[in-house]
């Protein structure tokens, strides 16, 4: 069974960098598969934030691709995400997940991780 | 990108059955069988309930079912029970090589 853990800080402070840390189990992040970030501020839906394939191609969202970077630690089985120059508006919890074969659906998913940003 | 467009709410009694509609455009939903559903009970993360417009993952129930029709893709609960009562959403893959959600939709049974 593939099963993935975020980490990081639960809180960040405006103008800094949120960090998260994805580690996958069950499944290596060689394989034919993306690996992607969803986030949902409290009391909202679902918005898609991006993916990326082991070989370092990535495609992020339009609306956050000037703030976002994501990478792949193959040698720990783990993949993250950065997002800088966060406001209050980046407050969410943050899923990652599996997107099989890319271009595709989301079938195994993080318990996600609730990232607070504030002062 | 804007998110595709679910209705805020449905509702229906047990053993009744709702559509659930994912309005997109021939940029996402009209032009890719890549179209897939959530079910999100309250504090829990997503579980993939439908993907490629009408399969079932294994272990989802057969009253789940998905279908599309141009722009726009449907999930219908048939037979349903107060366990099914959650958040749905749409999702699709759009010609920008990127994935789009709708904006949810809250499922209540009476």
């Known amino acids: 069974q593939v099963q993935l853990q975020e980490s990081g800080p639960g809180l960040v402070k405006p103008s800094g960098t949120l960090s998260l840390t994805c580690a996958v189990s069950?499944?290596?992040?060689?394989?034919?598969?993306?690996w992607g970030w969803i986030r949902q501020p409290p009391g909202k839906g679902l918005e898609w934030v991006g993916y990326?394939?082991?070989?370092?191609?990535?495609y992020y969202n339009p609306s956050l691709m000037s703030r976002v970077t994501m990478s792949i630690d193959t040698s720990k089985n783990q993949f993250s995400l950065r997002v800088t120059s966060v406001s209050a508006l980046d407050t969410a919890v943050y899923y990652c997940?599996?997107?099989?074969?890319?271009?595709?659906?989301?079938?195994?998913w993080g318990q996600g991780t609730l990232v607070t940003v504030s002062s | 990108q804007s998110a595709l467009t679910q209705p805020p709410s449905v509702s229906g009694s047990p053993g009744q059955s709702v559509t659930i509609s994912c309005i997109g455009s021939?940029?996402?939903?009209?032009?890719?069988?890549?179209v897939s559903w959530y079910q999100q009970p309250p504090g829990t993360a997503p579980k993939l309930m439908i993907y490629?417009?009408?399969y079932r993952p294994s272990g989802v129930p057969d009253r789940f079912s998905g279908s599309k029709s141009g722009n726009t893709a449907s999930l219908t609960i048939s037979g349903l029970q107060a366990e099914d009562e959650a958040d749905y959403y749409c999702?699709?893959?759009?010609?920008?090589?990127?994935?789009?959600f709708g904006g949810g939709t809250k499922l209540t049974v009476l």
């Open positions: 069950g499944d290596s992040i060689r394989s034919s598969h993306w």
């Open positions: 997940a599996r997107n099989y074969g890319g271009n595709s659906y989301f079938d195994f």
């Open positions: 999702s699709s893959y759009t010609s920008s090589s990127t994935m789009m």
């Open positions: 021939s940029s996402d939903v009209g032009n890719y069988n890549r």
């Open positions: 490629d417009v009408s």
């Open positions: 990326i394939h082991y070989s370092g191609s990535t």
